[in-house]
Every structure is written in C-alpha cells, then in structure tokens.
C-alpha cells in the first residue's frame, strides 16, 4: 500500500470515529429528553429501544458507507420480531451490542454494571431499559420483567470481551437460570469477525486493517429448560460446548 493510500485510509478511519461520537451525543441527548418527558415503564422502554436502533442503525450503516464496516447480518431477519427469547452470544469486539442493536428492535442487552456510569451512555441504557449486570440475584428480576414485555434478551455469558485469537472464557450461569425462571427458550449467536479492534486489551484510537468483517450467524435453539439443577448444568455446558467448537 502506498503512502497516499495509507494515509487516506487513515484520515477516513479517525473522520469515522468522530462522527460515530458525534452520533452518541445525539442518541444520549434523545434518551435524556426521553427520560425526563415520560414516565419509567415499559412505553418509555418501548420508545427508548426504538430510539437506540435507529441511531444505531445509522451508525453502522454510515460505517459501511465509509468503507470501515462490512456486516452481514441477513440470519438475523428471522429473529427481528420474534418476542420472549434469550440470546446468547460470543462477545469478540465493543462493536457488537451496537451491531446487533442496529438488526433486532426489541432488543434489551444485560451489561456491565460499569458501562453505566460513563457519561455517554447512562442514560440510553436507562431509558431502553438495559440491564445493569451487580449481581445474578438482582439480574433475574428485572430481566424477567424486559421478557414479560415481549422484549429480546441479549447475554454475553463470558462476562467479558475476548481476547483475539483465544478461546473463549468459561461461561457465566446467568443465562441459564433466567431461562429457568422465566420458562423461555434461549437462541444462540454467533459473532465472527477478522477484526481484533476493540477486542480486550485493543485501544479504541489504534487503526486496525480495514474494512472490519462481521458476521453474525444463528445457532442452536434450546428449548426452555426444567427448574431443576441438572436442566440449568445441561444447557449452560451445551451453550458453552457449542462455542467452543465453532470458535476454536
């Protein structure tokens, strides 16, 4: 690549990135209105979920547009208007919640509990009705009560980005035992991606190769598991089998 070419690429890659900021302020600042216009239930959170996929949706869609992003998300049609579902997947990039928002509209992501309290996010989180992950017992309640509003419930269940090129981390239960609280079906997701930005360990101004490559494919359907502790250790180790033979 010649000179000329990398340095195109990269002012096209930072001019990106300043104007997927300017695209947060603006989808915080619509979840801020939102926050204080409406009262909290489940019409706010209706609201806010739209509100966050048409932002994001133009995000990622600006992003291909650029040359940055490749996405081929057409597996995910059949899962846009399908209510009370569990989603799990594999959690390789900070892009992925914000991908996969773009796709599916009734989306409720369960996320750390630090992402909430950064300045350009709180309040989206919040008015969608996002999930604050502190603890599995104060995670059940609330998750249960996004499905009972015939929302998607989206996991990652290793609790952390991956590293490029290692497998994944072990499993966290929580997936599992919502699915045995709430008696629902849990569906999972594939994300592959030759991209290793903003995977663990991956700063968020390091240029990596362009375009970046996503992929998201559906997996397994596991039917909704019994309440016993046996139906819970099934489905957690079939999720966790399943991942690790299509990541390694």
């Known amino acids: 690549m010649s000179l ?29 209105l939102l926050r204080h216009a409406l009262p909290e239930g489940p019409k706010r959170r209706k609201i806010g979920q739209a509100w966050l996929c048409f932002m994001a949706r133009l995000a990622v869609r600006y992003l291909e547009a650029a040359g940055i992003l490749e996405c081929d998300l057409a597996q995910l049609d059949t899962l846009k208007n399908i209510p ?46 996002y999930i604050r992950h502190d603890s599995l017992l104060r995670l059940i309640g609330p998750a249960s009560e996004r499905l009972k509003e015939g929302n998607q ?29 709430t008696r629902l079906p849990v569906q999972t997701l594939l994300i592959k991606t030759d991209s290793p930005y903003l995977s663990q360990g991956w700063p968020f101004l390091k240029q990596p190769p362009l375009p970046m490559r996503y992929q998201i ?32």
Not at 117 to 129: F, I, M, Q, V
Not at 220 to 247: I, M, N
Request: a positive charge; hydrophobic letters at 45%; proline letters at 7%.
């Open 4 to 32: 000329f070419s990398k340095l195109s690429t990269s002012l096209r890659f930072y001019a990106s990135l300043a104007v997927i900021g300017i695209i947060f302020l603006a989808l915080d600042a619509g979840s801020f």
């Open 84 to 129: 009370n579902i569990i989603l799990v997947a594999n959690h390789p990039s900070r892009l992925d919640s914000l991908i996969l928002a773009s796709a599916l509209p009734h989306l409720v992501c369960v996320t750390k509990a630090s992402i909430w309290e950064r300045p350009t996010l709180g309040s989206t989180l919040r008015t969608a009705g």
């Open 153 to 181: 419930l989206l996991l990652f269940p290793e609790g952390t980005r991956s590293r490029a090129g290692t497998e994944p981390s072990p499993m966290q239960p929580g997936f599992a035992a919502i699915a045995q609280r």
């Open 217 to 248: 494919q559906t997996g397994p359907y596991f039917p909704a598991p019994a309440r016993d502790e046996a139906s819970g250790r099934a489905l957690l180790e079939a999720v966790e089998s399943w991942l690790k033979d299509h990541l390694a």
